[in-house]
């Protein structure tokens, strides 16, 4: 079995977007408690996203909306997550796919992740080697009390 069988980036990857999924459907249901809220950023070129033209023109590449005070009818599904929220007075609803969430921060808690980016996804993770790498021993980088 070579390493490249396994991709245990995206295995935690999962797993971390799975705890934001979680905590979202629990607000979905309780509301938020206390004076906990969240920022979210993500990409607004994912093609499953769905976000008014005017917003994609605004922020071409990535936008972060903060759910706290306005926010309602939050709906969250396997692949994605819907809310409505006021822009310049405004109400907009979004439809955000989970792979095109970058980061989701709870201030309050003093939690947030960083997901690995999926605005570009390719078959072969970037920055691999070609060539099988050297394998080296910790023990020249020790210092010793010799």
Not at 49 to 74: C, G, H, K
Request: aromatic residues 8%; hydrophobic residues 40%.
């Amino acid at each position: 079995m070579t390493s490249r069988e396994i991709d245990y980036p995206e295995l935690v990857d999962e797993a971390l977007r799975s705890v934001a999924r979680r905590v979202m459907a629990r607000v979905a249901e309780e509301g938020l408690p206390g004076d906990h809220h969240f920022l979210i950023t993500f990409h607004t070129d994912h093609p499953d996203l769905e976000l008014p033209a005017s917003l994609r023109d605004t922020y071409p590449e990535e936008m972060t909306i903060v759910l706290q005070n306005q926010f309602w009818d939050l709906v969250v599904e396997d692949e994605a997550f819907a809310v409505s929220v006021r822009f310049g007075g405004d109400p907009q609803r979004l439809r955000i796919p989970w792979r095109a969430v970058k980061s989701f921060v709870d201030p309050v808690a003093e939690f947030g992740l960083r997901f690995e980016s999926q605005a570009a996804e390719s078959d072969e993770p970037e920055g691999l080697p070609d060539e099988p790498g050297e394998v080296v021993s910790l023990d020249e980088f020790r210092h010793r009390d010799d």
